[in-house]
């Protein structure tokens, strides 16, 4: 079956822009993950929603940065007023439910942000 | 704050020597431990993880409290092996915590 799908796969920005990444996750998939991956790095969480709602967001790192997911499918991360700092790779990732124990999680391609 | 700490940005070994990915974790309670691979240009998946005690792709990885770390290893390495892996935490918060990552190289 279909994967986890983010678009668009490249994004260039200039700073101060808004943008708009969007995740497609896998059809019955109740929980929805944002993670940010800069060079060098290892994934870091940003967000988690279970089904419209979100559950943690935590890792967001600042209130330039919000997240929805209005119908409990797709998800759209949001950033306004872009900075450098913001440029990454976006991943989002999807898993069946929490229930019991932690479920595997499936990974979208990642957005490449690149903020000018 | 809970932490995994990988020491290894780059390890390359021979096709046929064992491999031995490290991974130390700092967490107070129970953790969950994975290891995610990313082969070239595809995206990033599962390899393995702790509570399911079994061998994928040769691979194995104990969790050891004692020493908090859950190390990936293969008797003997293929060259398909040769990826970025990562190994991440769940501790009941709902994100995973990884690693920085090791890039693995299989020599022919």
């Known amino acids: 079956g279909a994967g986890v799908s983010q678009t668009p796969s490249n994004k260039v920005t200039e700073k101060g822009k808004y943008v708009e990444l969007r995740c497609d996750p896998i059809s019955g998939h109740t929980a929805l993950y944002w993670y940010r991956q800069s060079l060098g790095q290892g994934p870091e969480f940003l967000i988690y929603?279970?089904?419209?709602?979100?559950?943690?967001d935590s890792g967001l790192p600042n209130d330039r940065f919000f997240a929805v997911r209005p119908e409990g499918s797709v998800s759209t991360l949001k950033i306004q007023r872009t900075e450098r700092g913001d440029s990454a790779v976006y991943l989002c990732a999807s898993s069946r439910d929490r229930g019991q124990g932690t479920d595997t999680q499936y990974f979208g391609p990642g957005t490449r942000l690149t903020v000018l | 704050a809970q932490r995994v700490t990988q020491p290894e940005k780059l390890l390359s070994v021979f096709k046929g020597a064992p491999v031995e990915l490290k991974c130390n974790y700092s967490?107070?309670?129970?953790?969950?431990l994975f290891w995610y691979v990313q082969y070239s240009r595809q995206r990033l998946q599962l390899l393995l993880r702790?509570?399911s005690r079994e061998s994928i792709k040769g691979f194995t990885a104990d969790l050891n409290k004692g020493e908090t770390s859950f190390h990936l290893k293969k008797p003997f390495a293929q060259e398909e092996d040769s990826a970025m892996y990562y190994c991440?935490?769940?501790?009941?918060?709902?994100?995973?915590?990884f690693g920085k990552g090791t890039h693995l190289i299989i020599q022919p």
């Open positions: 929603f279970q089904g419209t709602g979100a559950a943690d």
């Open positions: 991440a935490l769940s501790g009941g918060a709902d994100g995973l915590t």
């Open positions: 702790h509570i």
């Open positions: 967490y107070s309670g129970s953790p969950e």
